[in-house]
């Protein structure tokens, strides 16, 4: 029975994440970094929005930019606010900011819609 009992704790501690019988308090390697998280200020939305209704011709019905497009948007914002709260713009932030103000606008408009409203 203490045999089995062993066994059985053996895998408990395989169970339970990075620890291991080499590293019994599970320590972890911190030197990894993350990226610093882009700020956006309501200025600075009201620019992204104002740039990318300057490209509008180019987004289609659905007003889907290419990633081009997006990039200098990133740019465009970098240079007029030089000194941003947290990461600069990047196209990526740029998509991700466009992308969501699209779903909330979405959803404020299907709010509006609904009778009783």
């Not at 309501?42 to 007003?63: H, N």
Request: with cysteine; aromatic share 6%.
């Amino acid at each position: 029975m203490s045999n089995s009992s062993s066994v059985g704790s053996n895998r408990s501690l395989h169970s339970h994440g990075s620890r291991g019988l080499n590293d019994p308090m599970g320590s972890q390697d911190n030197t990894t970094s993350r990226k610093a998280a882009t700020h956006w200020e309501l200025d600075e939305e009201k620019d992204l929005i104002a740039f990318l209704s300057t490209r509008k011709s180019e987004a289609g019905d659905t007003m889907s930019f290419k990633a081009h497009i997006f990039t200098e948007a990133a740019k465009h914002l970098n240079t007029t606010y030089p000194n941003p709260k947290g990461a600069p713009k990047s196209q990526s932030s740029c998509k991700t900011k466009w992308t969501m103000l699209k779903r909330n606008y979405t959803i404020v408009k299907d709010i509006k819609a609904l009778s009783g409203f």
